[in-house]
């Protein structure tokens, strides 16, 4: 269970009995503005019932939040460059077999220096843990993709990029070195695509991201088995 930063247990996991009602639920929601911590709740996801893989961004930024479309700006077309390298189609493959969601899935706002978006802060990583809990339940992905290191320590914790990016985990966090596993949930971590992450500058990083481009290559037949 995550824990806020004054230690206080999460919220347990939304009670809904279909991804339908989850779906609602969620886009109902106005915790973290409730609380303070954010000036308006717009909940950004997308996704739909049968899907097998499930990618875990950050946070939306403000395209998303206008737009109401998940990786909708300038990280996103990135991202579906990422994806099509992965093995996608084309950018509408890709968000038809990808449930799309965030650590937080509100807009946090800029930061006060309006140096890009404000990270999430623990208050709301762990009031928005609730439906990241509930969509692993009901969706059970058999690939989940988190996506930055805000989405790596939630799913991973403990693990940084230059540990995580171009390997495979399953569910407890532990290698997978085969490519195609015979069962459970495989994670496979990349890093954040927007311009803000400097993390990509080293031509060594580039290469762990081909790596991990290259394992979900493998991985994607192997969901929908
Ligand atoms: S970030 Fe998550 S918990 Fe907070 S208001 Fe939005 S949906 Fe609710």
Do not use: K, Y
């Amino acid at each position: 269970m995550v824990e806020s930063s004054a230690g206080r247990p999460a919220p347990p996991p939304v009670e809904a009995r279909s991804l339908a009602a989850l779906v609602v639920a969620h886009r109902a929601c106005t915790r973290c503005a409730d609380a303070g911590l954010i000036p308006s709740a717009r909940p950004v996801f997308s996704g739909r019932p049968g899907q097998r893989v499930l990618l875990v961004g950050q946070a939306p930024g403000p395209v998303e939040h206008d737009v109401t479309r998940p990786f909708a700006g300038r990280a996103g077309r990135e991202l579906v460059r990422w994806m099509l390298r992965a093995g996608f189609a084309d950018e509408e493959d890709f968000r038809a077999r990808v449930w799309i969601t965030s650590t937080t899935t509100c807009f946090p706002g800029r930061r006060p220096d309006g140096a890009g978006d404000r990270r999430p802060g623990p208050a709301e990583v762990a009031l928005c843990a609730g439906w990241l809990e509930a969509v692993l339940h009901l969706l059970a992905p058999r690939l989940v993709i988190p996506v930055g290191s805000l989405a790596l320590s939630r799913l991973l914790g403990g693990l940084r990029l230059d540990d995580a990016v171009g390997r495979a985990f399953d569910a407890a966090g532990r290698p997978v070195e085969e490519a195609s596993p015979t069962a459970g949930r495989v994670l496979v971590p990349l890093p954040h695509p927007s311009g803000q992450s400097r993390w990509l500058n080293d031509p060594a990083r580039r290469r762990r991201l081909d790596a991990a481009l290259e394992l979900l290559s493998g991985l994607l037949d192997w969901t929908v088995r």
